[in-house]
């Protein structure tokens, strides 16, 4: 099996790399101490045809398959995590919810604004109490001739405040029930529709984390997505390509933390030689690159499985797991690589260490990730 880079892959690593200079690096700290969500610079990725990967030409989209995506995710979170965040969550979750399962006129209303970034997108599945425990939702829509009326709370909702429209999935049957959720398209400022409290967090701080709050929020029926009660089994199917997104994530911060820790220790001098000359160094390095390695093969299977339209409930699982895993491991050994200086913002290394956290809890804690691929190979 072989994943060399297509041309369309080194087309889009180069324009990202080149955009990332001089559109993200400049002010990537700064944002990260604000929790500043850079609307515009989504707007220009937008422009690059980034926001809207997966989508179709003919709905304004770039076009392309599961290998450029990753490709995209992972060269921007080698920059900064937290755009690469956004931008995955925003093409994978609300924006690929509509190009799965919505219909012609659903499709032909959001995709354009979505790929074009005219419109940021949001999705909301988790809930305060319920965590990954789905079935047991507390936001429930009631059916009212032919609306809907929802009440309830969402939380961890990337975009939640800045976002245009959110596809949500709610409870329209009996708690517990898999057929009993249903997912609705609901535009920002539909009455009763509003953000609540946004996040203070440890990484990815320039990636917007807010509550959707629901108080008697009325929405048409013409806005459900699929079918009543299809809400939950349409999540699962998404959350299979937003774990490949996370994967990609994990495996861009790796990557910017090793490049960042070999570029120190070969330029670091102690008694008269880099620090990369010494075995404790130099260990270090072959392990995080091998690692790196591994999960990019991972990673670049399951995008290539979707991409051929094979189920990758396993193998999203897998990629996920371990890239998340090892961006943790090698972003952690960058901060000791650098040393004092790993802890200090003056350089990079503290940065990366705080975003590959998020890798292990978003899209589903590793536990999760693990319990998915227990049931895979036990069938």
């Not at 690096?25 to 500043?36: L, R, T």
């Not at 959707?212 to 699962?236: P, Y």
């Not at 075995?279 to 690692?291: H, R, S, V």
């Amino acid at each position: 099996m072989e994943f060399n880079y297509t041309e369309n892959q080194r087309m889009i690593a180069d324009m990202i790399r080149d955009f990332g200079a001089k559109n993200i690096k400049p002010k990537m700290m700064e944002w990260d101490e604000s929790q500043e969500f850079p609307v515009e610079v989504f707007k220009q990725l937008g422009e690059l045809g980034l926001m809207g990967v997966l989508v179709p030409t003919e709905y304004g989209g770039s076009g392309f398959g599961y290998l450029e995506y990753v490709t995209a995710i992972a060269e921007l979170s080698k920059i900064d995590g937290s755009i690469g965040l956004s931008m995955a969550a925003h093409n994978s979750l609300c924006t690929g919810h509509i190009l799965q399962f919505g219909n012609e006129a659903q499709k032909k209303q959001y995709l354009p604004k979505l790929a074009t970034a005219e419109w940021i997108g949001a999705w909301g599945l988790t809930e305060p109490n319920t965590g990954s425990d789905a079935g047991n939702m507390r936001t429930v829509a009631v059916q009212d001739g032919d609306y809907y009326v929802i009440n309830g709370a969402k939380n961890f909702i990337t975009h939640g405040k800045t976002g245009n429209v959110a596809v949500v999935i709610v409870r329209t049957g009996e708690v517990g029930d898999s057929h009993g959720m249903t997912a609705f398209i609901i535009e920002k400022g539909t009455p009763g529709f509003s953000a609540g409290r946004k996040e203070d967090k440890l990484g990815m701080r320039a990636s917007e984390t807010t509550e959707l709050i629901f108080e008697d929020c009325r929405v048409h029926k013409d806005q459900i997505l699929g079918n009543v009660g299809e809400g939950f089994i349409q999540a699962m199917k998404v959350l299979d390509g937003g774990r490949i997104s996370i994967a990609a994530l994990s495996l861009g911060i790796a990557q910017g933390a090793f490049e960042a820790a070999l570029a120190y220790s070969q330029e670091r001098q102690q008694f008269n030689k880099s620090i990369s000359s010494f075995q404790g160094i130099a260990f270090k390095l072959a392990d995080m690159a091998t690692e790196i390695e591994a999960a990019a093969l991972l990673t670049y299977q399951a995008a290539d499985m979707k991409n051929r339209g094979l189920n990758v409930n396993k193998e999203s699982a897998m990629a996920k797991l371990y890239a998340s895993e090892v961006s943790v491991r090698v972003a952690n050994e960058g901060v000791q690589i650098f040393g004092g200086y790993g802890f200090t913002k003056d350089y990079p290394a503290e940065k990366y260490y705080r975003d590959a956290k998020l890798c292990t809890i978003g899209e589903g804690t590793s536990e999760i990730q693990k319990l998915v691929i227990s049931r895979a190979i036990l069938k």
